[in-house]
């Protein structure tokens, strides 16, 4: 009989078998801090949970939401026992009370500072309203610690694909204003197209070690 085959931090992650792990409304609720988690952000109706679902090819798995602003926690889901995905809260609406908002900011700037394992970041942007305050912030807190961050110019489908081009080239320009390693694509969560690119890079940031990510804490 084989031997149960051992996690290979290096290997492609087994994107099928992402499972929901937990949901933390405090960072202590966070399972340790160990091997390397990749986080998603994007403003509430950006398309985040479904990018996370067709990443994972599970429709299920990040509850997709027609109401916006509701989770106000971090959702971790496990790809295997070293390697996780991290839905950040979608915060900015203003249906969001004040206290719970401020809460949210300080909580997920410590969140940022302090995990040594976060390997890089993921930001949803809806391709018709790309680079809000809001996506400023996030692109502001990975850069606070020269985190790697890849933004997903998501729903291309409802652009033709001459202006999803131009779309793009304006925030590939915008973002090279920027210090730091960002980087963006084109995604559409229903037709499945940048799905493939956008897993790669997940993929590239999960099999790098502690060691190689710059000024990352601990
Ligand atoms: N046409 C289209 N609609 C999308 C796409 N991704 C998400 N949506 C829709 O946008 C809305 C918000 O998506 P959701 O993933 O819940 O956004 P979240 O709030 O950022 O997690 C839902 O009605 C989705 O069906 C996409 O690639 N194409
Ligand atoms: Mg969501």
Request: charged share 25%.
């Given at each position: 009989m084989k031997p149960p085959q051992k996690p290979r931090?290096?290997?492609?992650?087994?994107?099928?078998?992402a499972a929901f792990l937990l949901a933390a409304h405090?960072?202590?609720?966070?399972?340790?801090?160990q091997g390397a988690e990749v986080a998603f952000a994007g403003r509430s109706n950006a398309g985040k949970s479904s990018a996370i679902n067709a990443l994972t090819g599970?429709?299920?798995?990040a509850r997709i939401s027609k109401?916006?602003?509701r989770t106000q926690q971090l959702v971790v889901f496990t790809l295997d026992p070293q390697r996780r995905l991290v839905d950040l809260p979608g915060y900015g609406y203003a249906e969001v009370p004040e206290a719970l908002r401020a809460h949210w900011g300080g909580t997920l700037a410590r969140y940022f500072l302090e995990r040594a394992s976060l390997r890089g970041l993921l930001i949803a942007m809806d391709i018709r309203h790309p680079l809000r305050d809001y996506d400023r912030i996030m692109l502001d807190l990975a850069g606070s610690r020269r985190l790697p961050v890849h933004v997903l110019l998501t729903k291309?489908?409802?652009?033709g694909r001459g202006q999803g081009a131009q779309a793009l080239a304006t925030v590939r320009r915008a973002l090279a204003e920027?210090?730091?390693d960002v980087s963006v694509q084109l995604l559409s969560s229903t037709t499945g197209d940048g799905v493939p690119a956008a897993r790669g890079v997940v993929a590239g940031w999960l099999a790098k070690r502690q060691d190689e990510v710059p000024d990352a804490p601990g």
């Open positions: 931090p290096g290997g492609a992650p087994a994107w099928s078998r405090r960072l202590d609720q966070l399972p340790p801090d599970q429709a299920g798995l109401t916006p602003g291309a489908d409802k652009l920027r210090d730091g």
